[in-house]
């Protein structure tokens, strides 16, 4: 049986990468960006933790997708929206381990 990279799985890396890289001087679209980015990658995997039954996952991703929607800004200051970029990326990283999308590929069945 071959494993490839689900959707989420990419998705997680990505926002993660996005999330550690915010710790360095960008513009504000980059902020944006990233809200946009990370607030999706959260809602996907919400739901993803949810249909899998992992509901302490679901309410993390969901949390996470509050602290960084793009519609309702959270305001907080530089240093702490560092530690919290930090701690999302870790989290997203760390999610990888225990929520996984099934991948069938054409010759497996799931018998």
């Not at 689900?6 to 001087?25: E, G, H, K, N, T």
């Not at 793009?70 to 240093?79: E, H, K, M, S, Y």
């Not at 702490?80 to 999308?101: C, K, N, P, Q, V």
Request: hydrophobic share 55%; with cysteine.
């Amino acid at each position: 049986m071959k494993r490839y990279l689900s959707l989420s799985v990419i998705a997680r890396v990505v926002a993660s990468a996005l999330l550690f890289w915010a710790l360095a001087r960008h513009q504000y679209g980059y902020f944006v960006l990233l809200r946009w980015v990370v607030s999706g990658v959260s809602v996907y995997c919400g739901y993803l933790s949810y249909t899998l039954k992992r509901i302490p996952w679901a309410w993390v991703f969901g949390f996470s997708a509050l602290l960084f929607n793009p519609i309702a800004l959270v305001r907080i200051d530089r240093q702490t929206w560092a530690y919290l970029d930090i701690a999302t990326g870790i989290i997203l990283l760390i999610s990888i381990f225990f929520i996984r999308e099934s991948i069938q590929t054409k010759g497996e069945s799931n018998v």
